[in-house]
Each structure stands twice: as structure tokens, then as C-alpha cells.
């Protein structure tokens, strides 16, 4: 069975930065594509990053590019979100997935960490 655990959210001010970690369990990162996810309220979800399980693209959406990094440690079995000048509009719950039958298809999703910025 795949688990996916997100940790690393908060409250930080406006300019800061966090870190996301997922913990994987039950498949190897390294194998799959990754991705993180967020809604905000009212919102829907919308993609934030993908990481390709083969040669490590990566993919951002237009409003983090630049701002926020995927990336994963086989090792640990983890994938991470570095997110660095943060705004208030980054402020949304933060989803870990990944697609484990098509490269695009995230099927298997992680339970959320609040990620929220204060100006």
C-alpha cells in the first residue's frame, strides 16, 4: 500500500522560506513521477511541481517558477519543496502525489500541509 506523509508547513512571514518533505512508503520515488499540488480556499487544486521519474526533469507552474524547487532523495525515500520568497498567495494547503500508471495520471496523494503567509 502507498502512504504518503507531508511535513515542513507553517506560518512564515511574507519574503521567508520553507521547506515540504513526503515521505514515501510502499513504492521508490526514484521510480515514479512526483509531484506537489495546492488549493487554496475557495480554490481548486493546482499543480505546483513535478519531478520525472526518468532523467529527473522537472516541471513548475508559472507562478512559483524560479521561487520553488522539487527535488528527492532516493535514499530516504523522500521528495521535497523548497520554497524560497514566499508571498501571501502561496497560502493553501500543500499536496504530495504521485503517478504511478502514466507519467501525468497522480493517483496516490498524501493528506495536505498548511502552508500559510503572512505580509
Known amino acids: 500500500q502507498v502512504q504518503l506523509v507531508e511535513s515542513g508547513g507553517g506560518l512564515v512571514q511574507a519574503g521567508g522560506s520553507l521547506r515540504l518533505s513526503c515521505a514515501v512508503s510502499g513504492l521508490a520515488v526514484g521510480y515514479y513521477t512526483m509531484g506537489w499540488f495546492r488549493q487554496a480556499p475557495g480554490k481548486e487544486r493546482e499543480f505546483v511541481a513535478s519531478l520525472n521519474w526518468s532523467g529527473g526533469r522537472t516541471y513548475y507552474a508559472d507562478s512559483v517558477k524560479g521561487r520553488f524547487t522539487i527535488s528527492r532523495d532516493n535514499a530516504k525515500n523522500t521528495v521535497y519543496l523548497q520554497m524560497n520568497t514566499l508571498k501571501p498567495e502561496d497560502t493553501a494547503v500543500y499536496y504530495c502525489?504521485?503517478?504511478?500508471?502514466?507519467?501525468?495520471?497522480?493517483?496516490?496523494w498524501g493528506q495536505g500541509t498548511q502552508v500559510t503567509v503572512f505580509s
Open positions: 502525489a504521485t503517478a504511478r500508471k502514466t507519467p501525468t495520471d497522480f493517483d496516490s
